[in-house]
């Protein structure tokens, strides 16, 4: 096995202790002076946003940009990217959950790029940014805080997929577990069976390697222990290891890709307006069957990791939680399309057994039919 990725990317600083998010203005000031906070609407709701700006370095000039909510689209980072050029932005920082991470990071990433948005994510070549991206995650959760990747939908197309540049990558990640305090039960199981997809797809993905192996296992440990827990009491001690684990499986996905979990969630959340984790969590075990014999003995050391069998334990964690499919006895009106994407998709194509169109319309077929 090869001990590293070819191209191994990581952030160069991480900091996670309980509050350490009121330090964010004072941590982007050494950035300069001119800054674009993005958050979404429960953190300002909240409280959060008035105790950051309170606590700030007074030479900080501000500008806030609120998500309204949903999957992130091309049509809002472009009103963000407007935004952040006429505030003429020297670093920008995201506060919130997965959409708010992955907007702040194309804002940052592609604000001095002189193409639409489109463009980058049809696939034109994405120049280095020089603007400086400070993440703090509001749920456990995407991992997004730790990777190089954004999603995004052309609500036109109704084209799910992402774009990615080393240059994207966090200057600074804030882990602070008070962030996690009054999540609804409903984000904490979604996002937290998003990590916990992420965790196992990375480690078994073709791309895997001994080193994400060691941030999989050890994320997927930190998930599977505390996610029931925090579900019940967001407030609670555990909430630390749970965004912990979400974190190590960001690096691990960042550096090892993922599976056919990812290649199936994203044209059907797009299609179904589906929040990403319940599409992977409804996905995840019917993937499960399918890499089985693939997986080999990393199937067996999940097992051990999760306290039983890998499979038994994701249903049981699915029945804790009361998901149940969004798909099921729905119709895929452009199913060609569908399959097309997940086979183009680069998680499909790291997944360890090898995805044909025949094998993506019998997961369909599992996963619409239920």
């Excluded at 091309?74 to 992955?102: K, M, N």
């Excluded at 702040?104 to 400086?132: E, F, T, W």
């Excluded at 360890?352 to 077929?365: C, G, H, I, M, N």
């Amino acid at each position: 096995m090869k001990i590293l990725p070819n191209e191994l990317i990581l952030p160069p600083r991480t900091t996670f202790r309980k509050g350490a998010v009121l330090d964010l203005l004072k941590e982007c000031a050494v950035f300069g002076k001119r800054g674009l906070l993005i958050h979404g609407q429960s953190f300002a709701a909240g409280g959060a946003l008035q105790k950051i700006a309170e606590a700030g370095a007074s030479s900080v000039s501000v500008k806030t940009w609120q998500h309204t909510g949903g999957e992130p689209t091309l049509d809002h980072l472009e009103h963000v990217l407007s935004v952040a050029r006429e505030h003429r932005a020297e670093w920008v920082a995201g506060v919130g959950g997965g959409s708010v991470i992955d907007l702040a990071k194309a804002c940052a990433g592609l604000m001095n790029a002189q193409l639409s948005a489109v463009a980058y994510h049809d696939g034109a070549r994405i120049p280095s940014s020089g603007i400086p991206f400070v993440v703090a995650p509001t749920t456990a959760g995407t991992g997004s805080e730790a990777t190089i990747v954004c999603v995004l939908t052309n609500s036109r197309t109704n084209v799910k997929k992402s774009f990615r540049h080393p240059s994207f990558m966090a200057r600074l990640i804030i882990l602070d577990p008070d962030l996690l305090a009054g999540s609804p039960p409903g984000v904490i199981a979604n996002s937290g069976m998003d990590a916990f997809t992420q965790a196992i797809e990375s480690y078994v993905s073709t791309g895997s390697n001994w080193m994400t192996d060691q941030f999989c296992l050890k994320g997927l440990a930190l998930i599977a222990s505390s996610i029931e827990v925090v579900f019940n009491d967001s407030r609670c001690d555990k909430a630390g290891d749970l965004l912990m684990g979400s974190y190590l499986a960001g690096l691990a996905l960042s550096n090892a890709r993922l599976g056919v979990v990812h290649g199936l969630a994203h044209p059907l959340g797009a299609r179904f307006d589906v929040p990403h984790g319940l599409a992977c969590a409804v996905c995840l075990p019917h993937a499960i069957e399918f890499n089985r014999e693939a997986m080999g003995i990393k199937y067996t050391i999940m097992s051990e990791t999760v306290g039983g069998d890998l499979l038994s334990a994701t249903k049981r964690l699915m029945e804790s939680f009361e998901i149940r499919s969004p798909f099921a006895g729905k119709t895929i009106a452009d199913m060609d399309k569908v399959i097309e994407e997940t086979l183009a998709s680069g998680s499909t194509s790291a997944n360890p057994r090898k995805v044909s169109a025949t094998d993506v319309e019998y997961l369909l077929d599992r996963i619409f039919n239920l």
